[in-house]
């Protein structure tokens, strides 16, 4: 069945970084578009990076710049390196397909918190 297993969130200063890995199962990763969504406290979920078949992104405005995915197709692994971390980056982060394509069921995520 199709899987989704994140990892690699933390605790984060201002400034610092955490890299996200996420793997897929049960769906054909290679040529599917994969996606890292998040959703803070009291917010609604929101996308913040696509990564495309050969691993072109893009991106939410706010994150642009300081954000980079990546995506191994041998590993069916997706990847998020967060740099510059803000405080508003803090919320549970997870993957899933594509916007635009039918997801698959939501994994637990990944805690990812910002602070001082």
């Known amino acids: 069945q199709v899987q989704f297993v994140e990892s690699g969130g933390g605790l984060a200063q201002p400034g610092g970084s955490l890299r996200l890995s996420c793997v897929a199962s049960?769906?054909?990763?290679?040529?599917?578009?994969m996606a890292w969504y998040r959703q803070a406290p009291g917010n609604e979920l929101e996308w913040v990076a696509r990564i495309g078949n050969s691993g072109m992104g893009d991106y939410l405005d706010v994150v642009r710049g300081r954000f980079t995915g990546a995506r191994d197709n041998e590993k069916k692994t997706i990847y998020l390196q967060m740099n510059n971390l803000k405080p508003e980056d803090t919320a549970v982060y997870f993957c899933n397909v594509a916007p635009g394509l039918t997801k698959g069921p939501w994994g637990q995520g990944t805690q990812v918190t910002v602070s001082s």
């Open positions: 049960g769906i054909a990763f290679s040529i599917t578009p």
